[in-house]
């Protein structure tokens, strides 16, 4: 069986780290899927590659001979791509969101961007909650901001941008609209507008299902997109959860948000195909603001 690139590329992050974490860091991908790959690599090629232990990760004699030719291969292969890409006129990449992702974080973003790759257009593409990839499952866009966990979140390569806390939004006669915060456990009885059900584990966590004790969710409504949201909760049929950094989205006139004390924080990132190495691709991904 042939060796993917993608497994040549893990392999040579590690063989020049000499380190499984300073690899997966640069990758943008978690330890334990890098661990994955290389030991698929050694399984496919039936030799070990590398030796490693606590403290130290070391090149065996195969993987000594292995690393110069798989640097080749990776380079011939990113020469072949960006070949491509400016032979198509390929120079736009598509970024993929359900909603604005606040924070600020586009604006520096698309600064950051334009400084490193000036040549290359930014696209943005609104996709329905239906898709809780936001466009990468079908092919539509090239990266999207996703929120975790969601659907087919394992086959794709996942780096989180932002960790905060959740909150809540709802109408301003609220029984809460006094109040600075609230726990979630005085929020079990009310009315939650929910995500579609084919986002699966992101419904569930929106809903925060895991952290009821049992009690299922009452779903006054289902959402698809983020005016639907904004419709439902102006005319109070219920509450919804979001994150921190996009409270000041939702705060128009009508509607307040507030922090949801006892919750497990939500998290933001950007996703792409493991297949893709596009150099723009990392270009934005090194482009992300630090300490979101």
């Not at 000036?118 to 898709?131: H, I, K």
């Not at 609220?174 to 579609?196: N, T």
């Not at 969710?217 to 005319?235: D, H, I, K, M, Q």
Request: charged share 30%; proline share 6%.
């Amino acid at each position: 069986m042939d060796a993917h690139l993608r497994d040549l590329r893990y392999f040579a992050a590690v063989a020049e780290e000499l380190s499984f974490t300073r690899a997966a860091e640069r990758l943008f991908i978690s330890q334990p899927a890098l661990s994955k790959q290389v030991r698929q690599l050694e399984t496919q090629l039936r030799v070990r590659l590398l030796d490693r232990d606590r403290r130290a990760v070391r090149l065996t004699a195969a993987g000594e001979a292995l690393l110069p030719a798989a640097r080749d291969l990776l380079q011939r292969w990113d020469e072949a791509q960006r070949a491509v890409g400016d032979a198509a006129g390929a120079s736009r990449l598509t970024v993929g969101m359900s909603t604005s992702v606040g924070r600020g974080l586009l604006r520096t973003l698309r600064d950051r961007f334009a400084a490193r790759r000036p040549a290359c257009e930014l696209r943005l593409r609104q996709v329905n909650w239906t898709d809780p990839t936001a466009g990468l499952a079908d092919g539509e866009v090239d990266v999207a901001f996703v929120w975790l966990p969601f659907p087919g979140q394992d086959d794709l390569n996942v780096h989180v941008v932002a960790r905060e806390p959740r909150w809540v939004a709802f109408r301003d006669d609220h029984r809460l609209s006094g109040r600075d915060e609230v726990e979630f456990a005085e929020l079990l009885d009310e009315k939650f507008l929910a995500l579609p059900e084919s986002a699966g584990p992101l419904r569930d966590h929106w809903l925060a299902t895991d952290e009821r004790g049992g009690r299922p969710p009452l779903v006054c409504a289902t959402v698809t997109n983020a005016e639907e949201t904004f419709a439902a909760l102006e005319s109070g049929i219920g509450v919804v959860l979001l994150a921190a950094g996009n409270a000041e989205i939702y705060r128009r006139p009508g509607i307040r948000t507030i922090p949801v004390t006892d919750l497990s924080p939500t998290e933001l990132a950007l996703a792409w195909r493991p297949g893709d190495h596009r150099s723009t691709i990392r270009a934005l991904l090194e482009s992300l603001p630090p300490g979101l």
